[in-house]
């Protein structure tokens, strides 16, 4: 009788510990589910904010591309300016000056990922790598942005002392840039250094840019079978 109760009891505790074992191991599988299809979630708000990114870089790309070839056309016709209109030296002054850029992009779902820990469930560590090192170069083009918006600021007074608006003409990209040149001399030299270091930074921008817009490439690759796996 006594055996009996031993094994009785016995199936009853191995009966309730597999239960529990099987809850937890079910809860726990939900858990991990709901905690991959929020990286998932996440992962694609991410691959959508890198698509706006490229829209913005590419646009990014022709406003220095023009600011460097106005730059280029001042630096180069500087000593003959008397020769040429006065409407299109305030043209190419006020896209030499003018023109900048700001990045606004938008981080905040790749900090959730970091903050959340979420991002410890992505599988390839090339995707973790790429996202830390896209966010690191946008910074820095930020800041690239910055210098060249403070080159702006130094030419502004020159431009408008030398340079009357007379219409709200605007260049291929938006920007109004439309002027007269007042001035019967030619730039001063420093100011054409000014402009030259100005073009230095734009060109570094643009490379800068170029490299970002081939790595997102790569990212979003990578992102895109993270995903699916």
């Not at 698509?51 to 406003?63: A, P, Q, R, S, T």
């Not at 003018?98 to 903050?115: A, H, P």
Request: overall charge positive; charged content about 25%.
């Amino acid at each position: 009788m006594k055996k009996k109760l031993i094994v009785r009891y016995s199936l009853e505790f191995l009966v309730i510990f597999l239960g529990i074992s099987i809850s937890f191991y079910l809860e726990s599988n939900r858990e991990n589910q709901y905690k991959e299809n929020l990286k998932k979630q996440s992962l694609n708000r991410i691959l959508n904010n890198i698509g706006d990114d490229k829209n913005d870089f590419e646009y990014n790309l022709k406003v220095h591309d023009y600011a460097i070839k106005s730059c280029e056309w001042l630096i180069k016709n500087n000593k003959d300016l008397k020769l040429l209109s006065n409407d299109s030296i305030g043209y190419h002054l006020g896209n030499a000056i003018k023109m900048n850029t700001v990045i606004i992009d938008n981080q905040e779902e790749y900090r959730g990922l970091q903050n959340s820990g979420l991002i410890e469930l992505i599988e390839n560590d090339t995707v973790v790598v790429g996202l830390q090192s896209k966010y690191i170069n946008n910074d820095f083009c930020k800041k690239l942005e910055n210098i060249i918006y403070q080159k702006k600021i130094t030419l502004l007074d020159f431009l408008t002392s030398n340079v009357i608006s007379e219409n709200n003409k605007s260049n291929e990209i938006g920007f109004q840039v439309g002027g007269y040149y007042v001035s019967e001399s030619n730039i001063p030299q420093n100011i054409i250094e000014k402009i030259r270091l100005k073009k230095d930074f734009h060109s570094y921008y643009i490379s800068m840019i170029k490299t970002l817009i081939e790595s997102d490439k790569k990212l979003m690759s990578l992102i895109k079978k993270e995903i699916k796996s």
